[in-house]
């Protein structure tokens, strides 16, 4: 079975940043692409950033280019997504989710984690 | 970018009746030489994460019933929940997976009339 657990929100300041982690098993993690999606609180999903299978290729949301980095460990099954640069409007859910194959265009996201709230507020 | 569009933002259905959501996208999303729409659906419900329902518009996930059903080809894709369960209650997203930025429609909330 599929497990994706995120870890290491909570609340920082504007301007700061913050380290979030997802812990995948279950699936062979090296062989797929991986994702993180956000939900605003009361609001829809967006999309934030791809990485493929050997994070050799990334992609981006134009509201977190420059500002977020997406990164894995394949040796131990990690996703990473580093966020400086903070804002008021980061905050949100942040989901990892698996994608369907290796590489990172034409994805879709077969399987969620449970979301990690990162909250940016002074 | 492509705009994913749905309709409507909510909808209130009966159980056993059919419940249809409509998405639109701003440009096709037609993959021609393989003949794929790169379209999914998703069903989150309150206080879980999203979920994958359809693929391709049409192609069920895994444990999906067989009461949700994809249609559609280019630009305009619906949803149908053919008999409306409690357990179907949720919002729903289209989401095309064409080009990156991979973008969501806004949502449809689907509820008990």
């Known amino acids: 079975e599929v497990q994706l657990v995120e870890s290491g929100g909570g609340l920082v300041k504007p301007g700061g940043s913050l380290r979030i982690s997802c812990a995948a098993s279950?699936?062979?993690?090296?062989?797929?692409?991986m994702s993180w999606v956000r939900q605003a609180p009361g609001k829809g999903l967006e999309w934030v950033s791809t990485?493929?299978?050997?994070?050799?290729?990334?992609y981006y949301a134009d509201s977190v280019k420059g500002r977020f980095t997406i990164s894995r460990d394949n040796s131990n099954n990690l996703l990473y997504l580093q966020m400086n640069s903070l804002k008021v409007e980061d905050t949100a859910v942040y989901y990892c989710?698996?994608?369907?194959?290796?590489?990172?265009?034409?994805?879709?996201?077969?399987?969620w984690g449970q979301g990690n709230l990162v909250t940016v507020s002074s | 970018d492509i705009v994913m569009t749905q309709s409507p933002d909510s909808l209130a259905v009966s159980l056993g009746e059919r419940a249809t959501i409509n998405c639109k996208s701003s440009?096709?999303?037609?993959?021609?030489?393989?003949?794929?729409?790169?379209l999914a659906w998703y069903q989150q419900k309150p206080g879980q994460p999203p979920k994958l329902l359809l693929y391709?518009?049409?192609t069920r996930e895994s444990g999906v019933p067989d009461r949700f059903t994809g249609n559609g080809s280019g630009t305009d894709f619906t949803l149908t929940i053919s008999r409306l369960q409690a357990e179907d209650v949720a919002v729903y997203y289209c989401?095309?997976?064409?080009?990156?930025?991979?973008?969501f429609g806004q949502g449809t909330k689907v509820e008990i009339k």
């Open positions: 989710a698996k994608s369907q194959s290796p590489v990172g265009s034409a994805a879709f996201f077969d399987s």
């Open positions: 990485l493929s299978s050997t994070g050799e290729t990334t």
């Open positions: 440009q096709s999303v037609l993959y021609s030489s393989l003949n794929k729409n790169y």
């Open positions: 391709w518009a049409s």
């Open positions: 989401q095309q997976h064409y080009s990156s930025p991979r973008t």
């Open positions: 279950g699936f062979s993690f090296s062989s797929y692409a």
